[in-house]
């Protein structure tokens, strides 16, 4: 294969789909995901109704459910590496690079099937129109990419340390905050407009926080995993 | 500033057995830095005059925007030590970044209090979601998070390293948080009074206070600072000792 | 390849747990880490495969005169030891395979193959890990440790869980790998401890 020439990225492609059989054997992420993501679009489908919200708060409540979800399964990566005492057999094998990336892609990967699902539900039980389809998935798209890699390395760090559940969401929302804050802006311009330029600087900013973040990520993940 | 900044870092390089002194220079400092806030706070509510629109409401000027600004400068030094943690495996650093936390935290607070209090008495609420007033926000978050973390790991290195990742990586994230944020809400701060990117509508009195405050708390977040600094070199040495 | 161990200390907090250890192995040679419990033995393994971090000394490896930098020794060693636990929802298979292709070990099924006999596993390759029993689990991390043919094999607690099949067969690895590689074991086993030419002693 082409394109897995250079070793770290083999290494990530190996690890993640390491992860995507060992996720498909028991589920839990995808579970826990998923069901909770329901639970909140069923909950928030009732308590506000089909056509009493505007396309503003429809738009932050498709983040809202979006952020959530992620905080209820995205850190199980590596919370499953440690509990289970294979980080150690893990990192005998492979370089932390590789390793961070292919966690990072196997959370994009849950982030995206998630959305598969729950979207194109949240567009029917909440009667959601958006006029510029391509911005708004564009911005979904990107704002994916963000939040799995800020996730994925709080992740990380909350694997090491003791209340990891509460931890996670408490330490990924001022980092992710960017990533939902602009995800919200972006959706409310595509309800409306069908141009690209109109949502530009969202979607740049997405674009700048997933470098920037993953950038960050790689050069500090090392001192996170071998401490 | 930078001068005591300086000063700090060669001070740390030094050597770790420092002797606290209460030398005549220090208590010349002190005793300085008291009659200069002194004078600050006289100057703010007897001798600037007010600005036009905000009435008296302008005297919190002198303590909201250096205390706020504090809090961003405790944010970078705290980053600035976490980096020299890392690159140097000193636990000592890491403490540092600790110190510079909690003061971070407390300014912080301060912060958000002053502004909630500006906010209710100028635009009639506590809070609004103004870009600045969300900034201060996010960096409270950011503070509580930090602490949570060193909360939740017993040991020392572990704790060191990770608080120190964290307090790296949410740096490299904030900078996004100021930039999306004004495009959502606009702005209700009295912007073309302070900001010096257009042109300051300060009086000359005015800007004199307000520039002395800002330097007077600067001078004192950089005492405390040091203070806290000192007070970490001497549980290190008692540890040390103790083995 | 040669194994140097220079000064290792290391330090919890400010528990000393590591003083000041030396030592040198090179093919051919091994060496049993002996302490009672709780006196770093597994420390000084973990630092030595480049687990941990020391807080003194230096891990050397040295390939012809070249030192060899960390990342790239990981393929060198093959190492058994209580804490590392392959992934149970996995088969032995799926977890061999990923091991091995990320040690880019070539002749994979042939070599797992060969090994799990070697194991007596043969037969229970495509069982998920939590259904082997822990003696079962013993026998395939060496499976695991000896997938990449190991240059330096390092056992913590080599015979723990085996029953004599399984020690004769552990004792039978140990002797091949004595003859042109590098061994080392930590154990307080006297029967394990013949397996080391010398001893390093861990007191705390």
Redesign the interface.
């Known amino acids: 294969m082409e394109i897995f020439r250079l070793k770290l990225l083999h ?1 990530a492609w ?2 993640f ?2 992860d995507i ?2 996720e498909f ?2 589920r839990y992420s995808l579970n826990a995901i998923f069901l909770f993501a329901l639970v909140t679009l069923v909950a928030v489908s009732f308590s506000i109704g089909t056509f009493t919200a505007s396309a503003d708060i429809k738009s932050a409540l498709l983040w809202i459910i979006i952020f959530f979800s992620a905080m209820s399964g995205l850190s199980h990566i590596f919370v499953r590496e440690e509990e ?3 980080a ?2 893990l ?5 932390p690079t590789g390793i961070f990336l292919g966690k990072f892609l196997f959370n994009l990967f849950l982030l995206f099937v998630l959305e598969l699902i729950i979207v194109p539900l949240y567009f029917a039980v909440m009667n959601f129109e958006v006029s510029g389809v391509a911005v708004f998935i564009s911005v979904l798209l990107l704002g994916s990419l963000g939040l799995s890699a ?1 996730a994925t ?2 992740a990380a ?2 694997s ?4 990891k559940g509460a ?1 996670f969401a ?2 990924s ?3 992710l ?2 990533v939902i ?2 995800g919200i ?1 972006g959706t409310k311009i595509a309800v409306k407009q069908v141009a690209f330029a109109e949502a530009g ?2 979607l740049q ?1 997405l674009f ?2 997933s470098v ?2 993953i950038t ?2 790689i050069l ?1 993940f090392d ?2 995993w ?2 | 500033m930078l001068d005591v900044e300086s000063k700090l870092v060669g001070y740390n390089k030094k050597s770790e057995n420092v002797e606290i002194q209460e030398t005549l220079m220090n208590k010349i400092w002190q005793f300085g830095l008291l009659i200069w806030l002194f004078l600050v706070s006289l100057a703010a509510f007897l001798w600037a005059p007010l600005a036009e629109g905000l009435g008296e409401y302008t005297r919190i000027l002198y303590f909201h925007v250096p205390v706020a600004w504090v809090t961003v400068l405790a944010f970078l030094i705290g980053a600035v030590y976490s980096i020299s943690y ?1 690159k140097t495996r000193r636990i000592i650093y890491d403490q540092i970044a600790e110190s510079a936390g909690q003061l971070g935290l407390l300014y912080c607070v301060l912060a958000t209090v002053t502004g909630s209090i500006w906010a209710k008495v100028s635009w009639g609420s506590f809070w609004n979601w103004d870009p600045r007033e969300t900034s201060i926000f ?1 960096l409270l ?2 503070y ?2 930090y602490f ?2 060193r909360s ?3 040991e020392e ?2 704790k060191a ?2 608080s ?3 307090s ?3 740096f ?2 904030v900078p ?2 100021v ?3 004004p ?2 809400y606009s702005s209700l701060h009295p912007d073309p009074l302070i900001n010096t990117q257009t042109k300051i509508n300060m009086d000359g009195k005015m800007l004199t206070t307000f520039l002395s405050s800002l330097f007077g708390f600067t001078v004192l977040f950089f005492w405390i600072f040091k203070r806290k600094i000192d007070l970490v070199k001497i549980k290190l040495d008692l540890r040390k000792m103790e083995n | 390849m040669k194994l140097i161990v220079e000064k290792i200390g290391k330090n919890f907090g400010e528990k000393k747990i590591l003083r000041d250890i030396s030592f040198e192995l090179s093919p051919g040679k091994s060496a049993a880490i002996v302490g009672p419990n709780g006196s770093g033995k597994t420390t000084l393994v ?1 630092i030595i ?5 020391p807080s003194a000394g230096k891990v050397k490896y040295i390939e012809g005169n070249k030192q060899i930098v960390t ?1 790239e020794f ?1 393929k060198a ?1 093959g ?1 058994v030891g209580p ?8 088969t032995a298979r ?1 977890n061999l395979m ?2 091995a ?3 880019r070990v070539s002749n994979i099924s042939d070599k797992i193959s060969s090994l799990m006999e070697r194991l007596n596993l043969t037969g229970q390759e495509d069982d ?1 890990v939590r259904t082997y029993s822990s003696g079962m689990c013993q026998r395939l991390k060496y499976v ?1 440790a000896l997938i990449g043919d190991p240059k330096i094999l390092i056992l913590d607690e080599p015979t723990s869980n085996l029953d004599s099949d399984g020690i004769d067969r552990v004792y039978d690895i140990m002797n091949e790998q004595k003859k042109n590689n590098i061994l080392l074991i930590a154990t307080n086993n006297q029967m394990d401890l013949q397996y080391g030419d010398f001893q390093i002693e861990v007191t705390s």
């Open positions: 290494d190996l690890i789909q390491k059989r060992q054997k028991t289970k005492h294979t150690d057999t990192k005998l094998v492979a370089q800020g390395m709080t760090i909350i090491k340390a003791s209340a931890l408490v330490l929302f001022p980092i905050l960017p804050v602009a802006n600087s969202e900013m700048a926080y920037v973040v960050a990520a500090l001192f996170v071998n401490e | 890392l996010i978050l950011i509580a998070a949570a973390l939740a790991i017993e290195e572990r390293v990770l120190s990742v964290y790296i990586f949410a490299v994230s996004f948080f930039f999306i944020v495009r959502i | 973990r495969c480049g687990l941990i971090r990342q990981y060693i190492l804490y590392l636990e392959l992934y149970e929802e996995l799926e990923f091991f292709k990320m040690k998920q695991f």
